[in-house]
């Protein structure tokens, strides 16, 4: 069983940047995924084993990005610019199965438990 921990969400104002930190237990191809309150899990940026493929959903390119430290385990979530529409629970989840960046969720196996980011505005 993978093991996810992810930390680092907070309450903070529209413009400001955050940063969420998923600590893995093995190293596996990664995703950030986000869910707002009323609404479905929705895909944010995902992350390849190597670290060389990433995907970024529409919404959060070219503000938000995801990097990995192979030596620790932990995948990065880098959010600048930070929006109200931003706000919402953010999951790490780990794909056991491929090398490969994916960004349905579904292609995910292991998940951790979240970490909620408030933006106001």
């Known amino acids: 069983q993978v093991q996810l921990v992810e930390s680092g969400g907070g309450l903070v104002q529209a413009g400001d940047s955050l940063r969420l930190s998923c600590a893995a237990s093995?190293?596996?191809?990664m995703g950030w995924f986000r869910q707002a309150p009323g609404k479905e899990r929705e895909f944010v940026a995902a992350i390849s084993w190597s670290g060389g493929g990433r995907y970024y959903a529409d919404s959060v390119q070219g503000r938000f990005t995801i990097s990995r430290d192979n030596a620790k385990n932990t995948v990065l979530l880098q959010m600048n610019s930070l929006k109200p529409e931003d706000t919402a629970v953010y999951y790490c989840a780990a794909d056991s199965t491929r090398n490969i960046p994916i960004t349905t969720r579904y292609a995910y196996d292991s998940w951790g438990k979240g970490t909620l980011v408030t933006v106001s505005s």
């Open positions: 093995g190293r596996y191809a």
